[in-house]
């Protein structure tokens, strides 16, 4: 079997559920994609009370009409949150590991269906993010609140466990979600870099109001 020993050392430097801090960026990134998207406003301990029982927010929600979630199960770790934390820290720009790796992902695809995967620390890593971003929420603190590892090593080792059963009880369906998951965070950095012809960009301006001087 080959093994990327700089590919390793990459993930290893950025992900490590025993260090005393994880990597701020992350905990930033998740602070500022997770409350928009779970509603979460000065009152909403309610809110985040039904996300973190049985970590519900690594799932797609459902508002109800008093903007209470509830999540799509059938899509674990399909959050718009974790995919934008994802994209952000890893998949951004050309410094990133997903940027500077972005081969690996193919070479590991070419035995499991042929399409690339996000691996399973990446997920955790960003899930723990968002469960430290609800608890800060929740706690009425900052976004200057600590991320370390004596915290949070407990819920990162949670999705690292819950991540390897899916893939040992439903290898096929764990290999499409990880799959899907790369590719929807791939197609928010088309979506975010944006290709368009030009003849469009000129069309969603006003040129003939723009000042000529």
Do not use: W
């Not at 059938?74 to 998949?91: A, D, H, I, M, R």
């Not at 990880?178 to 290709?195: H, L, N, P, S």
């Amino acid at each position: 079997m080959y093994v990327d020993d700089e590919y390793l050392s990459a993930l290893a430097n950025l992900i490590d559920a025993c260090a005393s801090l994880f990597r701020t960026d992350i905990k930033d990134v998740a602070y500022k994609c997770a409350p928009g998207y779970f509603r979460l406003s000065h009152n909403c301990d309610a809110i985040i009370d039904r996300l973190l029982a049985s970590h519900s927010y690594i799932f797609p929600q459902i508002f109800d009409a008093e903007g209470l979630p509830s999540p799509k199960r059938q899509k674990p770790y399909q959050g718009q949150p974790v995919v934008n934390t994802l994209y952000e820290v890893f998949f951004k720009n050309a410094k990133s590991i997903g940027s500077q790796f972005a081969q690996r992902f193919v070479d590991i695809a070419k035995n499991k269906a042929g399409r690339p995967e996000v691996p399973i620390p990446m997920v955790a890593i960003v899930s723990t993010a968002i469960h430290a971003t609800l608890i800060a929420k929740k706690n009425k603190a900052g976004d200057d609140f600590k991320f370390t590892g004596n915290q949070f090593c407990d819920i990162y080792t949670y999705h690292v466990v819950l991540l390897e059963k899916i893939r040992k009880t439903a290898p096929v369906k764990f290999h499409k979600m990880m799959a899907d998951i790369y590719e929807e965070v791939q197609g928010f950095r088309r979506d975010t870099i944006g290709v368009y012809d030009k003849d469009t960009d000129l069309a969603l301006l006003d040129l003939d109001g723009m000042d000529d001087e």
